[in-house]
Each structure stands twice: as structure tokens, then as C-alpha cells.
């Protein structure tokens, strides 16, 4: 089993900074890809941005140039550094994790959330 613990969430002003964390732990061999995505209620979880094990990154357009996904493949952590955030950035946001638990074994899993919320 693994699990996904997320940090870092809270209240900020339109302009200020967060920084969001994600550890994963239990049985994992690898993780190749791990991401963060956002959700606000009654509407459809939406990609952030992702960072692959190599460290290849991808943005959603509305984040680009303002949040920075980083990852620390030794401590299985993936770092949300969000800058200039807007009140648009409002959401919960979820840690996701694509793990190979062993041979034959890839499978994805997703943290609890945490609440980001940004006041105008």
C-alpha cells in the first residue's frame, strides 16, 4: 500500500506565494510520474503540472511562469511552489503519484487534498 501525504495548503493574499508538498511512502519501487491537480466543488479535477522521474515538467497554461513543480526522487517528494497566485487558484489541491509496487505492479494513487485559498 502506499500513501500520499500533503502539506502545505492554507490561506494567502492575491499576490503571495504557498508551497505545497507531497510525500509518498510504503512499498514503492519507483515512481515515474507525479503531479498535482485541482478541484473545486462541482467541477472536474484539472491538471496542474506534472514532473516525470528525469524531471520533465508540464504546465497547465493558466499556471504557466507563476508555479514551479520540483520533485526529490531519493526522499519520493514532489514539491507546488506557487507564486503571484490569484483568487482563480482557489481549489483543493491533490498530489497524484504513478507507482510501481513491484514487477508487474504500476498503479496511480492520489493524496487527500489540501485547501488552497486565496483572498482578494
Known amino acids: 500500500q502506499v500513501q500520499l501525504e500533503e502539506s502545505g495548503g492554507g490561506l494567502v493574499q492575491a499576490g503571495g506565494s504557498l508551497r505545497l508538498s507531497c510525500a509518498a511512502s510504503g512499498i514503492i519501487f519507483s515512481i515515474h510520474i507525479m503531479g498535482w491537480y485541482r478541484q473545486a466543488p462541482e467541477k472536474q479535477r484539472e491538471l496542474v503540472a506534472t514532473i516525470t522521474s528525469d524531471g520533465n515538467t508540464d504546465y497547465a497554461d493558466s499556471v504557466k511562469g507563476r508555479f514551479t513543480i520540483s520533485r526529490d526522487n531519493a526522499k519520493n517528494t514532489v514539491y507546488l511552489q506557487m507564486n503571484s497566485l490569484k483568487p482563480e487558484d482557489t481549489d483543493v489541491y491533490y498530489c497524484?503519484?504513478?507507482?510501481?509496487?513491484?514487477?508487474?505492479?504500476?498503479?496511480?494513487?492520489w493524496g487527500q487534498g489540501t485547501q488552497v485559498t486565496v483572498s482578494s
Open positions: 497524484s503519484a504513478r507507482v510501481r509496487t513491484g514487477s508487474f505492479n504500476v498503479k496511480a494513487y
